[in-house]
């Protein structure tokens, strides 16, 4: 190892030291003073974010004897994640400290969570993948149980870490048959290997990515490996389905795009079709069942699940334009999906959960700025021009249809009029429906302005998308 490899790494070795000077600075916070773990936090994810601007390479750059990436797409990635994540932090602050749960092991869980976020988004190796995906699952599981006396949360969290374990498993067992075949853990040996020997291209490698697939399904709560997404989200503490349905997202594309297209993106033809029916079945089950549903947390963990349709078509394509249209819809949705989960803790007080759509009821005479801020969210993810979720899905559907699936492009289209269905009734709820309920919201001037800017974001990347969708199509460029 030289000087560049540490230099590459410095901000996961920036983000680990951190998290153990918090981790330590912890034990000597009373709860009464808790909030200084927040800002500590606050402070490392700052300095992680300064760090990986400092240290952004210029071109590709593999270190650590080809097992990490530092290339545009990274750099993107987790800029992105280190913002989210503390959008996550700000927002579950006040809620937190009005139900009695402003621990230390939130932020800190948090922050392991993004170490493995980050470590699979730089992952150059399915064994370094595998590291980063286990370190950023173990801290969710925990984080889902945070509330050790709410047993919904600990029956969530219990089913989430089966689940997740018989994917990991999944997983693991995908990696040892690519590497049985390819005989190397790298993704562009593995590339290399497939592309000089066209022979391994038979049933033992399409075996092993069978596997890889279903967990990488499971990760991104595709159908039908969806099962515990909608629990989880309900169950789950606001705080912790905000931090689940956004940051979490950028790494599972990573790991997609590192694995399917870096890796074994000479077999497109081979996992194009798996791709494209998992993706197709999202798009159904996701639209559909949310209709049904009446708790919003669970209602946006079935959408989330449609819009990772999306996100899978995009990839499906196998091309720069598909590959940019994937990048560019997942950074607008966690956009979206942050502020409108905020605005359910926004809702919640002590002793209150905003769970259920009813609660959205009459938001307009009580806050008729944040009632605007939820519909400029709803009409972003049902895709309502000038929103950026719009051209979310205009960009996708461009993708399949220069990739010659007009079929497709039509199901995409029925499928976001059905979820509109879903969205806009949210909407109605807060401008028709009257409420008794006239509790003034709770929430810190700092929350209330991020807030606001989260809801007026949407619009403003919807007015000017140009420089966003320019960004993802560079990036789309480097990736092999």
Known sequence: MNLTDYISAAPEMTLLSLICVVLLADLFVDNEHRVMTFWMSIAALAITAWTLF?????????????????????????????????????????????????????????????????????????????????TLALSLYALVAIDRNNPVS???AMKYFVLGAIASGSLLYGISWIYGVTGTLKFDEIAMAISANPGLNSLPLWFGLAFLIVGIAFKFGAVPFHMWLPDVYQGARTPVTLYLASAPKLAALALTIRILVDGL???????????????????????????????????LGYSTIAHVGFILLGIFCGTEKGYAAALFYTLTYIVAAAGAFGLVILLSRRGYEAE????????????????????????????????????????????????GFPGLAVLMVLASVVGAFYYLR??????????????????????????????????????????????CTQIALSIR
Not at 265 to 294: E, F, K, P, R, Y
Not at 366 to 392: D, E, H, K, N, V
Not at 452 to 458: E, F, I, K, M, P
């Open 54 to 134: 400092a240290t952004a390479p210029v071109g590709r750059v593999i270190v650590f004897d080809g097992s990490y990436v530092s290339d545009s797409l990274s750099q993107v990635l987790k800029i992105t994640a280190v913002g989210f994540v503390a959008i996550a932090f700000l927002y579950a602050r006040d809620y937190l400290r009005a139900n009695d749960l402003h621990k230390g092991e939130y932020y800190i869980l948090g922050l392991f969570g993004l170490l493995g976020m980050m470590i699979m988004i730089s992952a150059n190796s399915l064994l370094t993948m595998y590291m980063g995906l286990e």
């Open 154 to 156: 600990a029956e969530s």
């Open 265 to 299: 993106g000479g077999l497109h033809d081979v996992w194009s079709d798996m791709v494209m029916v998992v993706a197709v079945l999202s798009l159904l089950v996701g639209n559909v069942i949310a209709i049904a549903q009446t708790n919003i947390k669970r209602m």
């Open 356 to 403: 259920n759509i009813s609660d959205f009821k009459g938001l307009n005479t009580r806050s008729p700025w944040f009632a605007l801020m939820m519909l400029f969210i709803m009409f972003s993810l049902t895709g309502i021009p000038p929103f950026i979720g719009f051209f979310g899905k205009l960009n996708v559907i461009d993708a399949v249809l220069s990739s």
């Open 426 to 471: 949210v909407i109605w709820y807060m401008y028709f429906e009257p409420n008794e309920d006239q509790a003034v919201l709770q929430a810190s001037t700092d929350m209330r302005l991020v807030l606001s800017l989260n809801g007026v974001a949407v619009l403003a990347l919807g007015i000017v998308p140009g420089w966003l969708w320019e960004l």
